[in-house]
C-alpha cells in the first residue's frame, strides 16, 4: 500500500526557507511521480511542484525561481526546498503520488500535467508571517 508522510513545516518569516520532506513506504520514489500541492484555508488545493518517474520538474508558476524539487532514493523521500517565502505561501502542504493506471479515486493536475492518486496524509503546515 502506497504511503507518503509529510514534516517540515513550521513557522517562518517573509523571505525565509524550509524543507518539506514527503517520505514513501509501499513503493520506490524513483519508479513513480509524486507532487507537492497545498491547501490554505478557505482555498481548493492546488498544485505546488512535482517529479516524474523521469525526474522531470514541474512547477507552478507562484513557486518557480523560489521552490526547488528533488529526491533522494537512498532515504525514499521527496524534497520541496522552499525559498524566499510570502505570507501568501501559508497553507497545508501535501504530496501525492502519480497513478499509474486509471483509479476511481485519482485526480488530475494541471501544474504536472499526470494523475494523482486522491489518498492524503496529514500534510504539514508551513506559515509565513511577519
Known amino acids: 500500500q502506497f504511503e507518503v508522510v509529510e514534516s517540515g513545516g513550521g513557522l517562518v518569516q517573509p523571505g525565509g526557507s524550509l524543507r518539506l520532506s514527503c517520505e514513501a513506504s509501499?513503493?520506490?520514489?524513483?519508479?513513480?511521480?509524486i507532487g507537492w500541492f497545498r491547501q490554505a484555508p478557505g482555498k481548493e488545493r492546488e498544485g505546488v511542484s512535482c517529479i516524474s518517474s523521469d525526474g522531470d520538474t514541474s512547477y507552478a508558476d507562484s513557486a518557480k525561481g523560489r521552490f526547488t524539487i528533488s529526491r533522494d532514493s537512498a532515504r525514499n523521500t521527496v524534497y520541496l526546498q522552499m525559498t524566499s517565502l510570502k505570507p501568501e505561501d501559508t497553507a497545508v502542504y501535501y504530496c501525492?503520488?502519480?497513478?499509474?493506471?486509471?483509479?476511481?479515486?485519482?485526480?488530475?493536475?494541471?501544474?504536472?500535467?499526470?494523475?494523482?492518486?486522491?489518498?492524503w496524509g496529514q500534510g504539514t503546515q508551513v506559515t509565513v508571517f511577519s
Open positions: 509501499g513503493f520506490t520514489v524513483n519508479d513513480y511521480g
Open positions: 501525492a503520488v502519480e497513478s499509474d493506471r486509471p483509479s476511481p479515486s485519482q485526480f488530475y493536475s494541471e501544474t504536472c500535467s499526470a494523475f494523482f492518486l486522491d489518498n
